[in-house]
Structures are given as C-alpha cells and as structure tokens.
C-alpha cells in the first residue's frame, strides 16, 4: 500500500499497463519528452523509448483518428487530450469513429483506446480549460466514460479502461491531480465499470455525484452531519456504463436524493440520473428530485469561477430543501 | 518566395525607427510588468504566455496596417493587440480579470478582444483563428470594404487542419489577407520543427498558391517593410499573402514555465545575438541618435507600465453576476443566479 496522488497513480498505472502488456502505447502533445504538462507521463518515455511513448504535432483530430487505424491493426493506444476542452478538435474522430468501430464492423473489429483528458475547473484557468463535457461525450453511444475521483479508482479504472477492448473516455479531475492522494494497493487490480461506490452509508437522502464534485460534497457532508442530518452518499465512477441497479436501491433506500454536478444543468448528465430514478424508483420517492450544477453559462474567467461551480452551501441548501418537502 | 531587404544606415526612416522601437519598449515593459504581477504578486489568476523576445513581429506588422484594420491573434497576443492600438490600461486589467478591462475582465489574457480598434480576439484554441479571419476577410470582400486582415498564429498552428482550410479559402475566395506565422520555434514544451514535416510554414502555403515571404523576425526594420509591401498589395486586391517570420521564445510556454527541457543558455545566447530591441537601438545608434534620447524610451515605456499595474491592480473585480451575463438573449441564466 502506497499513499499515491491522483495523477501519480495514474502514472504508475500507465507504467504498469505498459509492462503488463507490450501493444500499449502512449501518445499525445507534450507526453514524450516533457512527461505531460501535468506530469501525468513523466519518466515512461524514458523506461519504454520512444516507440511506445511519444509527442504528436499539435493536432488532436489526427491523434485521436491515428489511433483508430492504430487500434485495429493490432496495438492498443492509450492517448492524451491536453485539456478536455480540446477533444471538441477531434469530436468526429472520438463519437462518430472510434466509438462506431464496433458497430460498423459489426463486432469483427473493436477499438482498444483509452482517450485520457484532464478537465474541470477551480483551478484558475479558463473556459475550455476547464469545461465538463461528460455529457456530450455520454452520448457517444459505444464510448464508455469513465470519471474517477480517487487515487485508488483511478488506477483500478484506468487498468480496466486499457484492458477494455472497447474505447474508453477516462476524465481527469484537474483540481484533484495532485489535492486528492489516498492508499493504492501496490498489486495488480482493476475494477469493474458500472458499479458505483458508497462513499457513505445513511438513510435520509441519498446525494448523488461523480468526479470533481465528490470533494465539493464531501465538504457539504461534513455541515450535513453536523447539522444532524445522515445522508447516503454515492460516487457514480462511470456514467457509461451507469450502474442503475445500484442507482435505484440507492435512492430507494432513502426516498429522497439531490444529484451534483459540476457541467451545465440543460440536458447534462444529472437529467439522465433523474429520468431513470423517475423510471424505476418512483414509488419509493417522497420529494422531487433536485439537481446541484452549474448555470447553463460557459464556464467564466478565474476571478469569478467560484461563482459558477457548485458549491457545498447550495449541496447543503438543496438536502434541506429536499428533506422539507 | 521572396527576402526583404534591411533597411540600414543613412537611409533608415527615423521617425518611423524610433516609433518602432517605441513600441516594442512598450510591449517588453508591459510583459515584465505582466509577469511580475502573476509571478511577484499572484494578481493573474491563471497563466499568462509572454511574448518576450519576439516583439518585433507585432511591433513591425501592426505599423503597416490601419487602425481599422482587423486583426487575429493567439494565446500570446499581448504585442499584437498593444500594437494594434488596444489601451494597455485596460489590457493589464484583463490579465488581472478587473473591471474596465477589454472584455470586463471576462476574456482574460488568452481571449482579450478589443473591437474598437479592430482586435477581434486572441484565441484559446491553438489555429482556431485561422478560419475565422478567413471568414472577416471574405466579409471585407463581399461588402466592398476595403480593410484588410491580418491574422497572426504560431508555428504550433500549422499542424493542424484550420490552418489548411483557412489558407485554401483565403486562395480560392481572393481574400484581403495576411497571414503570419509567428515562429518561436517551440510550440509548449516541443520543439516544432521535430514535429513539422517538410519545409515548413511558407512552403505549405506556397503549395496552395499563396504569395509567401520569409523574414528575420527579431529586425523590426525588415518586418515592417516586408509587412508594408504585403499589406499595400493586399489593399490593392491582390489576394491573400503569406509571412513567416522566424523569432524566438525567451521565457518558457507560460510564465511560469522554467522551460527545463532545452539546452539552459539557449535563451541568453538568443537574448545577446537578436534581441530585437537591442538590434534597434544598434541600427538608430548607427544613424546617429543619442544614447540618452534611446534611454529614455525605454525609461518612458518601463513607467508607463508599472503605472498601469499598479492602477488595474487597485480597480475592482467585476461583479459575479457577470458569469451568467451575455450568454444568450433567450432562456437567460441569470434566473439561476445565487
Ligand atoms: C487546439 C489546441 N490544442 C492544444 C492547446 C494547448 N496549447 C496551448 S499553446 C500550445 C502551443 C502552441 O504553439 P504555437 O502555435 O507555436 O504558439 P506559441 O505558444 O509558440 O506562441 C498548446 C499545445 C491549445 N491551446 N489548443
Ligand atoms: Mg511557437
């Protein structure tokens, strides 16, 4: 056991993969001879050369369209999107090419990619460095998106994700790169896409989130008990796949739930959480659902950013509001 | 392809010399300020990419255009856009996210615009602006106007596909363009001829038909003459032109960015070989100018820019309501304001 950063341990997760299995790849802007510009590469170009890790010309919609022709002709790219923001240049390549593999080729041939994207703001830089696009990329039906929020998912995850002969989408929290550090088995794990995690067992409302706004309630959390109030607390970890069972017996459990999230309310991710409880957990509801995002704006400069993510006050305004009705 | 020729000596045009060099004291005091205010102070929120080492380009090109003349820019636009005409005032309360700033402190360095003098938008996205100064050009021309744009990118740019799309539809629609590449010779932490096939910038535009240039980016006398040529031409309706203006990036990717990974004297051996403002400074000596009267431009440019650090540092933030401003003119967020 290792007490590991979030992006340290993708790291070691990188470097693990890569020995574990020699078809893997690492490409991207800056990954080679830098190591990332968040350091998320650093020392692999140097252990496995520059075969296996290596700089891409600034240009996304090749990177991500290379690693097609890459992936079903025999290796397994893993590549870096420098900032989310950035996959917008090769969303073709992404959502029409490589998550259709499958399906054009009516299952002879998968796309074994894992695309890795930091993203996410409160980390004072500005708009399409730190938009959240899950939801957009959640459409992409054949892509899997994967959204850890800590040191130890994210190595299970990440392996999962590389193993996966399918593409996965697997997004960074940049906020928690190196604010998130916790124990990471030094063996060899993975784990399984859609099974959320209960990050806290109660049974007055259950909060439902993912990714960079797992620490935003985990802050809320700690008012909440405080306050006298036990919520059941959930971290979805992939929202394709998302796991509704585990969604529904969640909600069940306490009638009640507010989902966070740090994207835009309009038709984000958090409406396809609530569509489904609607779907298959009706009965158990006492109060409406409610959702904690951020406004239908782009996402603002750094001096007012505080403004625009959600915070832990407006998580625990919301439970209370829950709780009233 | 065509080189420029120095202007030198007796035959350099003062006036316009010493407004050059101006200009270029200004940029390199309002970059030092800059990164002092994100490096000393922590007053940028976020990073700022300083064009150090490079004023030349702006300072050249921008004396060749109109005030109502459009300009495109990048990331690292802070020289572009003070030379365009843009008040540093307001600029440096931009960097700092302040109210008063360009865009209300809503741009920020990487998407400062100022419409008023004809700066339509530096650009967070890597090549983006090719095609939309593509797209104003092709405005000047269907409505008969006869400004002209000048769209100005890095050498990072030219891997990607806008710069193809941009530059094709510049030929093939005739449009009132200059197009500059910028070359610094790094494009973040790589440098950019390990990853640029071929013979570069001028090349691939010369491939789609473009009138192409190539000039010593750090001789501002050189940049401005070749950039006054191209611009009168394009004025005169003949098409989109290309300039490649080879220079270099002093500080690292941002200021922040010890830039670690090249050779660590590469900088100061550039610094004492082409320092574009020391270059300046030699050729007005050469004519005959005072030492004394060259120093101070430079004294003059280094407190008009601490002056205005130290007034956009004292001007407010803008209101937080201002996040969810703007967005539409329908459905308005503004009701989910808190
Ligand atoms: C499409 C896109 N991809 C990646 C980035 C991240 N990034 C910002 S600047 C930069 C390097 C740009 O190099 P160049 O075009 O030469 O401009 P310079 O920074 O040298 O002025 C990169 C990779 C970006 N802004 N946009
Ligand atoms: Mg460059």
């Not at chain 2, 420029?4 to 000596?9: D, L, Q």
């Not at chain 2, 390199?28 to 990073?47: I, M, T, W």
């Not at chain 2, 473009?210 to 098409?239: F, K, M, P």
């Amino acid at each position: 056991m290792t007490t590991l950063t979030m992006v340290e341990a993708i790291r070691e997760t990188l470097r693990a993969e890569m020995l574990r299995d020699e078809r893997v790849i690492l490409m991207g802007e800056d990954v080679g001879h830098l190591g990332g510009v968040f350091r998320a590469t650093d020392g692999l170009r140097q252990q496995f050369g520059a075969q296996r890790v290596f700089d891409t010309p600034l240009a996304e919609s090749v990177i991500a369209g290379s690693a097609v022709g890459l992936a079903i002709s025999g290796l397994i790219p893993v590549f870096e999107m420098q900032f989310l923001g950035f996959s917008q240049n090769a969303f073709h390549q992404i959502c029409q090419q490589i998550a259709r593999t499958r399906f054009r080729t009516r299952g002879s041939h998968t796309c074994p990619i894992t695309i890795r994207a930091p993203f996410g703001g409160n980390v004072r830089t500005p708009e399409l460095h730190s938009d959240s696009m899950e939801p957009q990329y959640a459409q992409g039906t054949g892509l899997k998106v994967v959204m850890p929020s800590t040191a130890y998912d994210a190595k299970g995850l990440l392996a999962s994700a590389i193993r996966d002969p399918d593409p996965v989408l697997f997004l960074e929290p940049l906020r928690g790169y190196r604010l998130v550090s916790d124990d990471v088995p030094d063996d060899d794990y993975t784990i399984e896409f859609g099974k959320l995690r209960v990050m806290r067992e109660g049974d007055d409302i259950t909060i439902v989130t993912w990714s960079a706004s797992v620490p935003v309630v985990e802050q809320a959390v700690e008012q909440l008990v405080a306050e006298g109030i036990n919520p059941h607390v959930v971290d979805l970890r992939t929202i394709v796949p998302l796991d509704e069972a585990g969604l529904v017996a969640a909600v069940e459990k306490t009638g009640r739930c507010v989902v966070v999230h740090e994207s835009p309310a309009a038709a984000g991710f958090g409406a396809e959480v609530i569509t489904l409880l609607q779907e298959q957990a009706f009965y158990s509801l006492q109060a409406p659902l409610k959702r904690v995002t951020a406004p239908d704006a782009p996402y603002p400069p750094p001096g007012i950013e505080g403004h625009y993510i959600p915070s832990s006050e407006l998580v625990v305004r919301a439970v209370r509001e829950t709780l009233i009705d | 392809m065509s080189k420029s020729r120095a202007t030198r000596g007796s035959n350099l045009d003062s006036d316009r010399a010493l407004s050059l060099l101006t200009m270029m004291e200004r940029i390199r005091a309002f970059e030092e300020q800059a990164c002092l205010a994100a490096e000393r102070d922590k007053l940028v929120l976020g990073a700022i990419h300083p064009s150090i080492g490079q004023e030349a380009v702006a300072a050249g090109i921008m004396q060749a255009v109109n005030p109502d003349d459009f300009l495109l820019s990048t990331h690292r636009g802070h020289g572009h856009t003070l030379a365009k005409g843009a008040e540093p005032l307001a600029m440096m309360r931009e960097l700092l996210g302040r109210a008063g700033g360009c865009c209300g402190g809503k741009g920020g360095s990487m998407h400062i615009a100022d419409f008023n003098v004809g700066m339509l938008g530096a650009n967070g996205v890597v090549s983006a602006n090719i095609t939309i100064a593509a797209g104003a050009a092709h405005s000047m021309k269907l409505q008969r106007d006869s400004r002209v744009v000048v769209c100005i990118f890095g050498d990072g740019a030219i891997n990607r596909g806008p710069f193809l799309e941009g530059l094709n539809w510049a030929k093939v629609f005739d449009l009132p363009i200059l197009f500059v590449c910028e070359d610094n010779q790094y494009s973040a932490t790589t440098r950019t001829s390990a990853m640029t096939a071929g013979d570069g910038a001028a090349a691939r535009a010369r491939a789609l038909g473009l009138v192409d240039h190539t000039v010593d980016g750090n001789q501002v006398e050189e940049v401005a003459d070749i950039a006054t040529q191209c611009i009168n031409r394009i004025r005169s309706g003949g098409g989109p032109e290309f300039l490649h203006a080879i220079t270099y990036r002093r500080t690292g990717h941002t200021s922040f960015d010890p830039a670690a990974y090249r050779p660590a004297d590469e900088a100061v051996q550039h610094e004492q070989r082409a320092d574009p403002i020391n270059r300046q400074r030699e050729l007005l000596t050469l004519a005959g100018k005072d030492k004394s009267e060259l120093d101070r431009i430079h004294t003059q440019a280094q407190q008009e820019m601490t002056d205005v650090l130290q007034q956009a540092a004292q001007s407010p933030f803008p209101d937080p309501a201002l996040a969810l401003k703007d967005v539409q003119d329908i459905g308005s967020p503004e009701q989910e304001l808190r």
